[in-house]
């Protein structure tokens, strides 16, 4: 069954560090996200793309972040200067419409 | 931001009980997902609604789109061990289906 895979599942940095986090949609999907989850709270929207441009962010997706389709298969998020608020389970999606996402397994991002 | 109110917060039951969990927006959906989450893992889509209405079962689960367009519940019948975990609604506001807006979720605990 097709489905999301993100790397690496754990990423430890330090803070002011730029990360990339990495993310292979599922092949036939159009729209793509990424999403985030602090620690027992709930499910935060970061950032929509469509079209290879963003159809929609979030005021958590401040300049620090960027999205990047750099080839037909991998999504990127990059946090260009990492603070200790950006620790968290960063979550890619995909879907073939504005429908049904499907969700990776995450990536836990420790900025220490 | 936006988001759903999801209740209850937490559930603890027997092992074989049904469960009911319910969300409500304040404004109309065109779309509501359920989603269940184990720890440390991705949301895992259960059940997607797309229709006013509309009552869809997956095994053991079933949920419905409230005609109002505002609501949606989730039950599981014959509740077991590996229903733990927490349950979220997620769904796209009829004015914006760039996003999700997610519930804060119900943390299922299931005594065997």
């Known amino acids: 069954e097709p489905e999301v895979t993100q790397t690496p599942s754990h990423q430890v940095t330090q803070m002011g560090q730029e990360v990339i986090l990495r993310c292979v949609p599922i092949?036939?999907?159009?729209?793509f996200y990424w999403y985030r989850q602090i620690l027992g709270q709930k499910v935060e929207f970061l950032v929509s793309?469509?079209?290879?441009?963003?159809?929609?962010k979030s005021e958590i997706f401040d300049d620090q972040f960027s999205v990047e389709r750099p080839d037909g298969s991998n999504f990127t998020l990059k946090i260009r200067s990492t603070k200790l608020e950006d620790s968290a389970m960063y979550f890619c999606?995909?879907?073939?419409?504005?429908?049904?996402?499907?969700f990776g397994q995450g990536t836990r991002l420790t900025v220490v | 931001g936006q988001q759903l109110n999801q209740s209850p917060q937490s559930m603890f039951i027997q092992e074989g009980e049904d469960v009911s969990m319910n969300c409500t927006s304040s404004?109309?959906?065109?779309?509501w997902l359920w989603y269940k989450q184990d720890p440390g893992e991705g949301p895992v889509l259960l059940i997607a609604?797309?229709?006013a209405g509309e009552l869809t079962s997956n095994g053991r689960l079933t949920a419905q789109f409230g005609i109002t367009r505002k609501d949606s519940f989730l039950n599981i019948s014959a509740s077991i061990p590996s229903d733990v975990g927490i349950y979220f609604c997620?769904?796209?506001?009829?004015?914006?289906?760039?996003?999700?807006?997610w519930g804060l979720g119900t943390s299922l605990a299931v005594n065997p």
């Open positions: 999606a995909s879907s073939e419409d504005h429908g049904e996402a499907f």
């Open positions: 092949s036939n999907h159009l729209y």
């Open positions: 793309f469509y079209n290879n441009e963003i159809s929609e």
């Open positions: 404004s109309i959906f065109n779309t």
């Open positions: 609604l797309y229709k």
């Open positions: 997620a769904g796209h506001d009829a004015g914006n289906n760039r996003k999700l807006i």
